[in-house]
């Protein structure tokens, strides 16, 4: 019902997240101010028509005695494959394959995220110093990648899966939710100060409704 469709966007905000990393490889891009705003949206757009695609296809292909959306909640997380097992040869190996790959790279990239944010809260004095340094051979913040890395393994080890997605979906939140809020500041600090690559149309509104949305999501899960 409809209470499970707002979970649901909720939990499935983290399969979108990955265009907040791009902004975190501000320091190592070419033209940042060119690029990053372009390298989101063509993410986000290819990322959605390939969400929609796939599960438009693999609902819309099953035949079974359950309703589509009884056949997903009845095999959970293992919905998608078990659809794509009844239509397509070697479906579910094909879906667990592609569900491998691109965990592997979501976890390069989280990877990545959370110890270029410790390198540089760590460079600031935010976070002990060590963070911020530079290995000096391969030139990378290798005391942050390591931390996160043992951070993240011991957390995927310890916590119950289901616990770690709702507790990731209501950060993700209401860490979006302070980007929102840090949008409205930055534009009242400074406002035509700055050289802006690009700018959030209808000002404030549209940070207002995120604002707004993302700690509805989040007191919600």
């Known amino acids: 019902g409809f209470a499970g469709l707002v979970a649901a966007m909720g939990l499935t905000f983290i ?3 990955g265009y907040e990393i791009i902004v975190q490889t501000g320091e190592e891009v070419k033209n940042p101010k060119r690029n990053i705003p372009r390298a989101i949206f063509i993410s986000l757009a290819l990322v959605v028509i390939m969400y929609c695609l796939i599960a438009f296809v693999s609902i819309g292909a099953i035949f079974p005695e359950l309703p589509s959306w009884k056949f997903i909640g009845l095999h959970e997380e293992l ?14 190996i094909i879906v667990l394959a592609g569900g491998l790959v691109s965990t592997l790279a979501a976890l ?3 990877t990545f995220s959370s110890a270029r944010v410790a390198f540089a809260m760590g460079r600031h004095y935010n976070l002990p110093h060590k963070l911020g340094a530079i290995h000096p051979k391969f030139k990378t913040p290798y ?15 310890a916590l119950p899966l289901e616990d770690i997605a709702h507790a990731s979906a209501v950060i993700f939140l209401l860490l979006f939710t302070q980007v929102n809020l840090a949008v409205i500041s930055i534009r009242k600090m400074y406002g035509d100060k700055l050289d802006y690559g690009y700018k959030t149309p209808f000002f ?3 940070s207002i409704i995120g604002i707004v949305l993302m700690v509805g999501l989040a007191v919600y899960l």
Do not use: C, D, K, R
């Not at 919905?79 to 579910?92: K, N």
């Open 204 to 206: 404030p509104y549209v």
């Open 143 to 157: 005391v942050a990648v390591i931390l996160s890395s043992i951070i993240m393994a011991v957390m995927a080890y």
């Open 15 to 17: 399969a979108f997240e």
């Open 108 to 110: 390069n990239a989280t």
């Open 79 to 92: 919905g998608i494959m078990q659809a794509a097992e009844l239509f397509m040869p070697y479906g579910a």
